[in-house]
């Protein structure tokens, strides 16, 4: 009898847990994957990739012995193709630790990244806030400095 009754319980429970409604969504796969390909782009060199992870109204700051030095979108995007032209070695960045703050519209992200330019590294964080669009996530501000 004691067996019926222990079975009868794991399969009550496994019924309850079904039931139960979806608890606050804690899944951030999409930001994850979304910060990934940011990254993997301009890797890449793909500045047309690169570019469209941004919002069209986008601010970037970077911050530098204390002191913020902001760009609009255009500028930082240029700003970034010359550093690929010009640089005699390739570079790569990857981000090493992720964590992540959102809900349905929006996102926090600080990225804790290593670029690699030849022999040299450099290590650093990204903080983005994101919009959600109805193409993907966007950046909408990205403030980066390096260690």
Known sequence: MNKLRDV????L???????QPPGPKSDNADVRDFLTHYFATWSAKDMDGYGACFHEQARITFVHQGQPQT???TDFLHGQKLSHATTSVPMTEVPT???ILRDDRTAQASVRWKLTKGTDI????DCFTLIKTPTGWKIMS????ND
């Open 97 to 99: 630790d992720m964590k």
């Open 71 to 73: 760009q609009g979108l």
């Open 142 to 145: 990205l403030v980066f400095y």
């Open 122 to 125: 450099t290590l650093g964080t």
């Open 8 to 11: 009868s319980l794991v399969i």
């Open 13 to 19: 429970s496994c019924f309850l847990v079904a039931c």
